[in-house]
């Protein structure tokens, strides 16, 4: 399956797809709120885990190619089973290179993705994070009409950022439009 958008494609990831993957989390500037980059094994159990997601459930975070099929980002909603901080919830989020920063794709990407994942999705609500210095995250974010959630705010050390270091997440949430309870 794949959901076309406005100059982009949205795919579920591959096996054939692992270099793509490795060459995203080895740009410093895309996994600047990392903190550092991820080797090949962490981008390799990543690819796995978002083939399992989509495998499962029929939606994922999805990989978004270009009108001539390369690899410019990552964008949709992953199910999570379990988080420190969180517990288990599904998480919209987006990584792109930074060639296609500015161009729009992670907006209407995780909008088409939200689209997509809201036909299969029975769920109350699905959320959103990023650190609080990471604005442009925040902006795309308020262009998906996420509506900040401050109770759900958190601290978690996670292996993949830079030194185990802590890091403190902004939440935000969007509700499931068939749904009339508020989250």
Known sequence: MT???D???LRPWQAADLNAMINIYANPEAMRDFGQTLDADKARS????YMRCYER????RWAITNLSSHIIGMAGVQRLDSHPSLGP???VGWRLLPKAWGKGFA???AQLSLSHYWKLSNEKRVLSYTSPD???SQAVMKRLNLTR????DFTAFYDTIANGMEWTGFVWSQPNPGSTEKC
């Open 46 to 49: 990543t690819l796995q885990r």
């Open 89 to 91: 919830h599904d998480e």
């Open 7 to 9: 100059g982009f494609i």
């Open 134 to 136: 990471n604005l442009t």
């Open 107 to 109: 907006t209407k990407a």
């Open 3 to 5: 959901l076309n958008g």
């Open 57 to 60: 459930h029929g939606f994922c």
């Open 149 to 152: 959630n401050r109770e759900l």
